[in-house]
């Protein structure tokens, strides 16, 4: 683990979490494999029984803000996640893809690689500060050009907040 990166597991508080795609390739460009990604979330929360508060799924990362899971640290969350979603979108890709997409498979291959080794946490210790990170999320888009409007972007929590609607991952909301 590099010197300054302390991780504070255990306080029971929110994680944000960020973690990229090898290279910041947009191995998540397509609808397919963001909703891959969604359902693979879901299922890991499943497992591991911990809260998502908001999540945004970009072409070429994610950012989460998640809870303590009773049965493994954020670090095994995450990593549990990254190594399912990379084996199902894997696994797919093998079958049917077109020129282009094979090309970029092909590129990864070289490195075995579909996500970048390390993620970024962060420590969301007041109301505040979860509603700062939810609203960097939800605009992520936006910011990057990929929407006009926050709502328009289906792979973030951002519709769940503004009209409580449900979808492959729906969050559990902002918690005090």
Request: hydrophobic letters at 40%; one cysteine or more.
């Amino acid at each position: 683990m590099p010197k300054n990166l302390k991780r504070r597991y255990g306080t029971g508080k929110l994680h944000f979490t960020t973690f990229s795609c090898f290279r910041r390739w947009p191995f998540l460009r397509t609808v397919r494999a963001r909703n891959a990604f969604l359902v693979v979330l879901n299922e890991v929360r499943g497992r591991y029984r911990f809260v998502i508060v908001g999540y945004v799924v970009m072409p070429e990362h994610v950012h989460l803000l998640i809870g303590e899971s009773k049965k493994a640290n954020p670090s095994v969350v995450v990593q549990v996640l990254k190594q399912r979603v990379s084996r199902r979108l894997r696994a797919r890709s093998r079958g049917k893809s077109s020129a282009g997409q094979l090309s970029l498979w092909k590129d990864a291959a070289e490195h075995r690689s579909f996500w970048q080794r390390r993620f970024y946490d962060f420590n969301v210790w007041s109301r505040k500060k979860r509603i700062e990170k939810l609203n960097y999320m939800h605009m992520n888009p936006v910011k990057r050009g990929l929407v006009t409007d926050a709502k328009l972007w289906a792979w973030s929590s951002f519709r769940f907040y503004q009209y409580g609607e449900e979808g492959l991952c729906t969050p559990d909301g902002l918690k005090d």
